[in-house]
């Protein structure tokens, strides 16, 4: 028999076999092993006396050597992960700069996620544009992305009625349609300039295919009335920090404006300028049927039909005497005299301050008013100053309306084979034109919609297609100077949605490309040379810098829209009803997002569901009161609404927002037959105002109305007082009873001039709290090493935006209660904008805001009261919210006397989404039921920055720590640092002639100061 | 045939047995300069007493007390029901919201401490005043103590959110190394109401002690024998163990006296501490043990008068027992209308904006009609007792009795509710409204408190029957003494006469 080393070799395993380990021992591989282990030893290990010795020794080398491997288990490499790519750590997180779209304009975000899931969006701050804070909306689009509402898959409806679908069908489709031509494409406008190239390739390349644009809320105005007036239609970028007297005419430039953040940044930088050595105080006009938050902040505000402003935009143009076109003037001067002598003050400060005022123009105004507004603007002096013009791109398009008909037109005589939806819900929010919309889309044979619900369009289409949020796609935009913007992806879309781009490439193209491609390709010119590099430096910046195209001088201004001005200016008498954006849900496409319909409005305080807002006079006229039921009529289509009484609101004009009445899970075609989800929370939210604005009123943007009392009462969920005025106070004598007086100790408002004497306001400020003597400690207090947090919150500029309320809610992981927890008086806000009226006129008061937090009492009389000291102050001076330890008596709650503390009544994050999961900040605790919680001055972003100085061996420096609140707010009114450092902003606001603490006569020594507020009236004639 | 249905319903309708008819109402309450009257009426002796007394417990309970009982046992099912719904879903299953963090289930926590009071009042106060009345009425009172306080007790264990770690609020050592906060007058009611607890409890049972043994003494049943037996400590009514329980009565009397004045004063504590306006008053202390005495006589009286009825008591808790509770319910309620009137004052004189607001809010906001409820509840009912023809009345003082309760129950909702409505924050300023589950909750308290009242009628001895003796005693000397006088007397006139 074959010698077993012969065997071995012969073995067709290839790896040598042996029966025993004194076989093993015996071959020569190992023998080669333990020389090249034990040079000096071997020679004696193999020649030893007895083998048992021999393998007792090395018994582990035989082990190790491998050659058991024969009956070793199988081998698999891991690595582990210590030289990581760079922004890969677990739990910290990173941020990527990205792009946000409204109204074809362009912001840049900085959003930030942790371990590869966006959970916050805030401003870019590097953006040129633009000054690092966020609107509610900006806020609250990371709960948009993650909304399990959402469409999660594409859809198909065939002639039996299946509907679930695959994306490859899809793009078969869209590629089917491309090749045979006549696509008609409705889509959302917007400033992308890699959208736009596909447009162009698709009207090129598909036969007859046209593209329309619609969006219910229009800035065509502008557009078009800059057109009448330059020739060509140009875009106004405000400089408000220069304009000592702005005049808005039926416009809110802080709130709903594509660029309203720069606007309410320099707004407010002027406003602050009233506390410098040679202070200036601003005065804002503002003219306008609906109180808007311009208007609350307005030093002089005059409520008028939205029908009448025309007439007053000449009677100001009369009386400050400006040069205008011939046919203007005449127009103009065809203008019966004004009988309000605030139109002269207007006209007076507005000649007084040429070069530094500025008159901007709503978008519910004709185009007429734009150029009237326009050629004002430059006769008195304010391009170059507190003006300039910018390009518009397509400046050539119609008006949205006006491409809806076009596409009517299209589809009814059969030249539309495919009509392809974009970011679109006509079926909801556009007028009928001549059919409804259901109808006409029916009448298409192939109608596919892109979006990122499955909404009311989607019910009647053949295809539905889910879009990509913008935090999962590649994109780019323009903002409102023109920078050119990028958008990147933060997380794979999460059911596997596609982009606009990418649907029109699948159009266009033969193989689809992806947005990533699309993007680069069309940027590609901008940088020609060393493409790679500008991309990363874009990507990391989030913008392309350089690419503004604003211009300081205007165009000539050209006449010939004097007779439209003049027929503009004919009004009927009656009630009219305006068309308002929700301040929450813009024009609907936010009402599934449980932030934004929780938010309350600004003004009214009303939170899921809009009202139609009418005047007290009409109220009374009518006898209702808060949430009975008014009939409105508008050209034959019919709505009952519940009242608002809103005080300021012009007595023949009815205030409506748009966005309520959504019917998410409608599924009008019979398509799905599931049933509606209890994640579509807009469905049966508010009254669908759409049904009651034709075309007509889309162009005008309000309508002529008829109202009358209806039957029965709504409630209506408010968080705030729940009348803000009773009918019976303001007939007669207003006696505001003394608790309202109170509330000038809370806000305290100083009515100065335009250069407010510091001494005088300090006096003031001091006069309007309670008289109280110094109030010393009967024990020694504590003394205060190390940091010492605190927050300064500047009325002066408080627009009541709530930016900050949204953006506490994100941060926070602060639970959507629904609307009959909130109208039980259970939301959980942790901050709170109060707003309060003020004065005696109830048809024209003044509204203040008051946003309010935890003020972390150094003496807190919550700590004092919970009986197992579940809150506690901390070194800092924070008062500490122990979850776990509450057991949730809530004396706490009641011994707050700012009444900022919320308590979990139900469990209100039971069973969320796996989606919603995701979203949370892993920073913060998710709290129970049965617990309170309360605003923590953002105690995580503190730890966080101190353990980041730490790591960086250093002293936290003044901005490093900023809470959620004072980050979003676009007027910078939060301050928040460290007391301890006395050149902090914090400390040098707290120190200000304006400084106040509330309900300081407590002795709760709150650590958070509020900086009054100034007021700038017009001086009215005496008798 | 209201007597007759009353009869029926009656929980002793079987006088027959005892020996002794419906006795009629006797009028005690005149006023004698030079004799006391009779404060046990009738022709009682201890064996009446003894035999009163125990037949309640003895004679099977009629179809009167199992109806009652029912009744009561089918409202505490409420509580079965509704608190598991609360603990399981939340507090939010109640009212109560941001401002008004506290509801009904506060309100009601203070009603019941309150009530219970007028028995340690009656049972400890009383005694060491030497108030020789108390005797009929003291261990029904303190039987209503001790249901009372049990009701209360329960309100701060499922009013808080997490009911589960309700035990934080005791001082027990845990891992945590935690201790509660000793500066929250929550923790203080924790002493405040424990100690009254405990106090009351012992007090009650020790007292009852000699009349259990009576019970044992003549039960017939086993079952009977062996649970009065166990409950009566061996009690063989000797010489020295009655001076044992002499003593320790005088001594838990004086213990339990000072609970009187303490233990409302620290429950209104919750209240004084803190800084709501309209709560942080000094007034509170004094404010609240007035009430609590007021509306626990109420209550007593609530109790007593069908109960002395029905059992067929009049002649141990006879008119001028009841008189003497009324003159109590008349000072207390004068004094609670007082304490009203100074808080106004005090809110105008003090100049406090906050707190002026306070007050005429009260009486003119949006909880007007609460308050004056409570007003003419309180302070006019019981005006009526200025005239002694109302005090001796049955009718007029159980509506009097249940105008109070009535009336002390708005005052601590007017005072929780509406000072956390509209507090220092106008933009807070909400309403609260109670929901089904505050109602349930509210009643099915009622039913604990009634069925357990039942259940001591049934099984315990309602009066003292020893102490009672007591008084019997002395009536009978100082008749002896007083026959013996006139005697005297008449002899004397007699001598001097002839």
């Not at chain 1, 970028?237 to 808005?248: G, I, K, M, N, Y």
């Not at chain 1, 309520?660 to 105002?689: E, M, N, W």
């Not at chain 2, 030079?34 to 309640?56: M, W, Y």
Request: proline share 5%; glycine share 8%.
């Amino acid at each position: 028999m074959s010698s077993i080393k012969e065997t071995q070799k012969n073995s067709s395993q290839g790896k040598a076999l042996w029966r025993s380990l004194d076989e093993f021992a015996d071959t020569d591989e190992f023998r080669a092993l333990v020389e090249k282990e034990f040079p000096n030893h071997a020679p004696e290990l193999f020649h030893s006396t007895s083998r048992r010795h021999f393998l007792k020794v090395m018994g582990a080398s035989v082990a190790l050597a491998g050659g058991l491997a024969g009956c070793r288990w199988p081998q698999q490499q891991i690595l582990p992960h210590t030289s990581r790519p760079e922004g890969r750590d677990p739990g910290a997180p990173v941020s990527y700069a990205s792009c946000w779209e409204q109204q074809e304009v362009a912001e840049g975000v900085l959003v930030t996620s942790y371990d590869g899931r966006p959970i916050r969006v805030d401003g870019n701050g590097d953006h040129p544009s633009h000054r690092g804070s966020t609107t509610a909306q900006m806020q609250a689009s990371v709960l948009g992305m993650y909304d399990p509402g959402r469409s999660s898959q594409p859809s198909h409806v065939t002639a039996d009625g299946h509907a679930s679908a695959e994306w490859l069908g899809a793009i078969s489709a869209l590629r089917k349609a491309g090749r045979s031509g006549k696509v008609a494409v409705l889509a959302a406008p917007s400033s992308s300039m890699a959208l736009s190239a596909m447009r162009n390739r698709l009207l090129r390349e598909v036969a007859d295919s046209s593209w329309h644009e619609w969006a219910p809320l229009h800035r065509d105005s502008e557009r078009l009335g800059t057109a009448q007036l330059f020739g060509r239609p140009m875009r106004p970028v405000a400089d408000l920090s220069a304009a000592q007297v702005l005049v808005c005419l039926d416009a809110d430039p802080l709130m709903n404006h594509p660029a309203s953040l720069q606007h309410s940044s320099d707004w407010a930088a002027l406003r602050t300028s009233a506390d410098d050595d040679e202070p200036i105080l601003s005065r804002v006009w503002s003219v306008e049927s609906t109180l808007s938050v311009t208007g609350g902040v307005a030093d002089v505000r005059i409520p008028a039909r939205t029908a009448d402003i025309p007439r007053i935009a000449a009677q100001l143009a009369a009386a400050t005497g400006v040069q205008l076109p011939a046919d203007v003037a005449a127009a103009v001067a065809s203008a019966p005299p004004s009988t309000d002598d605030r139109i002269e003050q207007m006209a007076a400060d507005l000649k007084s301050h040429q070069g530094s005022c500025l008159l901007m123009a709503g978008d519910r105004q004709p185009a007429e008013v734009h150029a009237l507004v326009h050629a004002m603007n430059v006769a008195l002096g304010a391009v170059g100053k507190t003006l300039s013009y910018a390009e518009v791109a397509h400046g050539e398009r119609p008006a949205h309306i006006d491409d809806l008909q076009r596409l009517a037109d299209r589809i009814g005589q059969g030249e539309v084979e495919t009509l392809l939806l974009i970011g679109v819900n006509p079926v909801y929010d556009a007028p009928a034109i001549g059919k409804s919309w259901k109808d006409l889309i029916g009448q298409v044979p192939l109608s596919m919609h892109l979006g990122l619900y499955d909404d009311e369009t989607a019910g009647v289409c053949q295809w539905h297609l889910n879009q990509t949020h913008f935090l999962e796609e590649w994109g780019d935009g323009r903002s409102w100077d023109g920078t050119v913007t990028l958008r990147q992806p933060l997380i794979a879309p999460l059911y596997s949605g596609r982009s606009a781009l990418e649907v029109i490439s699948a159009v266009v193209d033969d193989e689809a490309k992806s947005g990533h491609d699309i993007v680069r390709g069309v940027l590609q010119p901008l940088a020609p040379k060393d493409f790679e590099s500008s991309w990363k430096k874009w990507l990391h910046d989030g913008f392309v810098a350089g690419t503004a195209n604003t211009v300081a001088s205007a165009p000539d201004v050209t006449g010939g829209w004097g007779p439209a001005l003049e027929s503009a200016m004919q009004t009927v008498s009656g009630k009219e009803i305006v068309f308002l954006p929700d301040h929450s849900l813009f024009d609907g496409r936010y009402a599934n997002n449980g932030w934004l319909q929780e938010l309350p409005d600004p003004i009214t305080k009303v939170a899921w569901d809009n009202c139609a807002l009418i005047s007290p006079v009409l109220g009374s006229e009518l006898g209702v009161k808060n949430g009975d039921l008014i009939d409105l009529s508008v050209a034959g289509a019919n709505l009952s609404m519940p009242a608002f009484l809103l005080p300021g609101q012009n007595r023949d004009s009815i205030g409506v927002a748009l966005g309520y009445g959504r019917l998410i899970s409608d599924r009008a075609a019979g398509r799905l037959s599931r049933k509606p989800s209890l994640y579509q929370i807009a469905d049966g939210v508010g009254f669908d105002t759409y049904t009651l604005r034709d075309a007509d009123a889309v162009r005008a943007g309000y309508a002529s109305v008829s109202v009358s009392r209806g039957e029965g009462n709504y409630p209506l969920a408010t968080t705030q007082d729940h009348n803000p005025v009773r009918p019976e106070d303001f007939m007669g004598d207003l006696e505001f009873n003394e608790e309202q007086r109170k509330i000038g100790e809370f806000v305290r408002v100083v009515d100065t001039g335009f250069n407010p004497d510091a001494s005088e306001v300090k006096a003031q400020v001091e006069e309007a709290g309670p008289h109280h003597p110094d109030l010393e400690s009967p024990w020694t207090e504590h003394k205060y090493r190390g940091q010492r947090w605190a927050m300064s919150i500047d009325l002066n500029v408080c627009t009541g935006c709530s930016s900050c309320v949204v953006a506490c809610q994100s941060e926070n992981n602060i639970a959507v209660v629904g609307k009959d927890e909130l109208a039980y008086g259970r939301e959980m806000h942790w901050i709170r904008i109060d707003r309060y009226f003020r004065g005696d006129d109830v048809e024209n008061p003044e509204v203040v805001h008051q946003p309010l937090t935890c003020n972390q009492c150094e003496n807190a009389p919550c700590e004092q009261v919970c009986p197992v000291a579940a809150t506690v102050h901390n070194e800092e001076g924070l008062n500490d919210m122990v979850y776990n330890r509450c057991i949730g008596t809530r004396y706490c709650s009641n011994n707050c006397p700012y009444k900022v503390r919320r308590f979990n009544y139900f469990n209100n994050t039971k069973n969320p989404s796996a989606t919603e999961q995701m979203g949370y900040n892993p920073d913060v605790t998710v709290r129970a039921r049965g617990v309170m919680e309360k605003c923590t001055y953002c105690v995580q972003r503190i730890n966080r920055s101190k353990i980041k100085a730490h790591n960086e061996k250093r002293d936290l420096v003044d901005g490093d720590v900023m809470p959620a609140c004072a980050q979003s707010c676009p007027t910078h009114a939060i301050t928040f640092g460290d007391l301890a450092d006395p050149k902090s902003q914090v400390s040098l606001t707290q120190k200000s002639h304006r400084a106040y603490k509330m309900l300081a006569e407590l002795n709760v020594k709150p650590r958070t100061s509020f900086l009054a507020k100034l007021r700038n009236p017009a001086p009215r004639e005496e008798g | 045939m209201i007597k007759r249905l009353l009869a029926a319903l009656s929980p002793v309708v079987r006088p027959e047995l005892t020996g002794n008819a419906e006795s009629p109402e006797v009028d005690n309450t005149a006023y004698s300069p030079d004799s006391r009257v009779d404060l046990i009426t009738g022709a009682n002796d201890n064996t009446t007493i003894t035999d009163k007394v125990c037949s309640i417990v003895e004679q099977k309970p009629t179809i009167g007390w199992w109806g009652f009982f029912l009744l009561a046992f089918s409202v505490l099912g409420l509580l079965g029901i509704f608190v598991p719904f609360l603990i399981f879903w939340g507090v939010g299953t109640w009212g109560v919201n941001n401002p008004v963090g506290w509801g009904y289930a506060i309100v009601n926590f203070v009603f019941w401490v309150g009530i219970g009071h007028a028995g340690t009042l009656i049972s400890a106060i009383l005694f060491l005043f030497r108030q020789k009345w108390r005797t009929s009425i003291n261990r029904a009172a303190e039987a209503m103590t001790i249901f009372a306080v049990i009701c209360a007790g329960m309100f701060p264990g499922i009013h808080v959110g997490r009911a589960w770690f309700a035990y934080w609020m005791f001082p027990l050592p845990n891992q945590m190394e935690l201790w509660p906060n000793f500066r929250s007058p929550l923790i203080w009611d924790v002493f405040a109401v424990g100690t009254y607890f405990t106090v009351s409890l012992l007090f009650w049972y020790m007292g009852m002690i000699p009349d259990l043994a009576t019970l044992r003494d003549r039960a017939k049943h086993s079952v009977r024998k062996i649970a009065y037996g166990a409950l009566s400590l061996g009690w063989t009514g000797s010489n020295r163990q009655w001076h044992v329980y002499e003593r320790s009565y005088l001594l838990l009397a004086a213990l339990a006296t000072p609970l009187v004045l303490s233990v409302h004063s620290v429950v209104s504590f919750d209240f004084a501490v803190s800084q709501v306006p309209g709560w942080h008053t000094t007034i509170f202390p004094p404010y609240f043990v007035a009430g609590a005495i007021f509306s626990g006589f109420a209550m007593v009286l609530t109790l007593l008068v069908p109960a002395r009825q029905l059992f067929g008591l009049k002649d141990v808790i006879t008119l001028k027992h009841l008189e003497n509770m009324n003159k109590i319910i008349m000072l207390t309620g004068l004094l609670v209308g007082y304490a009203y009137s100074q808080e106004f004052f005090m809110a105008w004189y003090g100049g406090v904006k906050v707190e002026k607001f306070a007050f005429i809010n009260r009486a003119f906001g949006q909880y007007a009609w609460a308050y004056w409820i409570m007003v003419s509840c309180n302070v006019l009912a019981p005006q009526i007792f200025w005239f002694k023809k109302m005090r001796t009345n049955i009718w007029v003082m159980f509506a009097v009795s249940i105008f109070v309760n009535i009336g002390m129950w708005f005052e601590r909702f007017v005072i929780t509710v509406t000072s956390l409505a509209n507090d220092y924050t106008s933009s807070a300023w909400d309403y609260y409204s109670p929901k089904l589950a505050d109602v349930m909750i509210m009643l099915g308290a009622f039913g604990l408190f009634f069925t357990l009242f039942a259940l001591f009628c049934r099984f315990l001895p309602f009066i003292a029957m020893s102490e009672v003796r007591g008084v019997l005693a002395d009536q009978a000397h100082s008749r002896a003494a007083a026959s013996a006088r006139h005697s005297s007397e008449a002899a004397a006139d007699s001598a001097s006469g002839s």
